[in-house]
């Protein structure tokens, strides 16, 4: 997810997502300790998406 495409989101709608792909990347890690996932740099990019919208998030409270 580009950080265009954050921008336009709500907070609401960010912080919803934020928990998706949180509860994701612990559903890879779990999947990928029991059986090695096909695409493990899967796991580097979902962590850098919710990076992406923790910065977000940070930058939106602190422009109030």
Same mark, same amino acid.
């Given at each position: *997810?580009?950080? +265009?495409?954050l921008?336009?989101?709500? %907070?609401?709608?960010? =912080?919803? #997502?934020?928990? =998706?792909?949180i509860?994701?990347?612990?559903? *890879? +890690?779990?999947?990928?300790?029991? %059986? !090695?996932?096909?695409n !493990?740099?899967?796991?580097?990019? %979902? #962590? #850098?998406?919710?990076? #992406? *919208?923790? %910065?977000?998030?940070?930058?939106?409270?602190?422009?109030?």
């Open positions: *997810m580009k950080s +265009k495409e921008k336009e989101l709500s %907070t609401s709608d960010l =912080v919803e #997502r934020m928990e =998706v792909e509860g994701k990347l612990n559903q *890879m +890690k779990i999947n990928h300790s029991i %059986t !090695p996932l096909e !493990p740099s899967q796991i580097k990019i %979902t #962590r #850098r998406d919710i990076a #992406r *919208m923790k %910065t977000e998030l940070r930058q939106r409270e602190l422009n109030k």
